[in-house]
């Protein structure tokens, strides 16, 4: 497996092969939940992981919120963000030699 391959995020919008409601979890009076254990298996998440949490407003509401685990964003802001970072970079450099 490639660093791409590795980088190759299953949440490209285009690409969503399905949406589903797979649990209802509550919330203590603390503020936290539980993600049940067959979810967590599935989606290989262990003790430590660490998790973003991800909003989506409508009308200055939150109406959606979506965990991904911070790998999968890390990927995905740099497939993303890094041919433009680099282009930047090399425009910054050529610019200093002229």
Not at 38 to 43: D, L, M, N, S, Y
């Amino acid at each position: 497996m490639t660093a791409k391959d590795e980088c190759e995020s299953c949440c490209q919008p285009n690409e969503i092969s399905s949406c589903s409601v797979e649990s209802i979890v509550s919330i203590d009076e603390r503020g936290q939940m539980v993600l049940p254990k067959e979810i967590r298996e599935r989606a290989k998440i262990k003790p430590g992981d660490k998790l973003a949490l991800l909003s989506l407003e409508k009308d200055g509401k939150v109406c959606c919120l979506s965990l991904i685990k911070v790998e999968e964003l890390e990927c995905m802001v740099k497939s993303r963000l890094g041919p433009v970072i680099n282009e930047a970079f090399k425009e910054e450099a050529g610019g200093k030699n002229e």
